[in-house]
């Protein structure tokens, strides 16, 4: 069974505006509302490929309760744990000439509930495939993801965190099966500006000596870099087209390295499948359909 965790999921709502005028009313050309989340992205990306999730995490009030609303009518499986203080938040996304976006900060999570949390993850099974991914509220545990693998630990769950900074490298050392920075987190990570693709492999492999299996570099209409734990290295340009949202991109990816690894229990494939899936989310306006996914694996040529 795959899990997605979002802990801090969001309401989202997406909007266009022609020419924005500070102190003004402006009015809207186009709107959307939906749900947000990294790990609701790869739930939801999972279902468009045919693989069936269950979504994990907290929400809270009317719009925690949009959230679950606007994912089961997608389709997915959610077991959100409801939380009695706070909102979950609401992200702004404007689009004008430049795009803009405010994020709330989410609600109040207390031990109680991060228990029930826990008593959820006790129930995964070896094999089972776990993908922690995003922000936290500011109320919860700096260290939550590190707590989490900890609890796991004695498990053969294949744990994927896909998180920036000291959530992505507390957890190294517990031995995620694949970890998914960008190139601009890979930076920040080390502190420095990685220059070319021999650069970058040389980093991702410190990040295995650091306890990572499987690292996945995106590098936007770069491509991207994978280096498995068997020490073999995949890289490819990303696919040509015109990008029209690049949020959620990288989750697709993520979803769709777990789509191929699952159905075809070989890295390569799984690489190409997160790179097609994350191109297709690129170039549409929503999250990356299966026929789009396919598409660009049928159209997308010689591998690189």
Known sequence: MIYTVTLNPSLDYIFSVDSLTLG???????????????????????????????????????TGSAIEQKV??????????????????????MKSKEET???????????VDLDRLYIQLDDLQDHDILVLAGSIPATMPEDIYELILKRLCHKKTLVIVDATGDLLLNVLKYHPF????????????FHTEIQGEEEIIKYIKK?????ARNVLVSMAGDGAIFVSDEGVTYQSKAPKGTVINSVGAGDSMVAGFIA???????????????IA????????????????????????????
């Open 277 to 304: 899936a994350g191109s297709a989310s690129a170039f549409s306006e929503n999250l990356a359909t299966k026929e789009e996914v396919l598409e660009i694996l049928d159209t997308w040529g010689h591998w690189n």
């Open 101 to 111: 976006e405010i994020n709330g900060q989410g609600p109040i999570i207390e031990q």
């Open 260 to 274: 191929g690894y699952c159905k075809y229990h070989h890295y390569l494939e799984a690489f190409k499948m997160g």
């Open 24 to 62: 003004n009313v402006n009015r809207t050309n186009k709107e959307q509302i939906l749900p947000g989340g990294k790990g609701i992205n790869v739930s939801m990306v999972l279902k468009n490929l045919g693989f069936e999730s269950s979504i994990l995490g907290f929400i809270g009030g009317f």
């Open 178 to 189: 694949l970890i998914k920075p960008n190139i601009h987190e890979l930076n920040e990570i």
């Open 207 to 211: 990040l295995q000596e650091m306890g």
């Open 72 to 93: 089961r009518d997608f389709g997915c499986h959610t077991n959100f744990i409801r939380i009695p203080k706070g909102l979950s938040r609401i992200n702004l996304k």
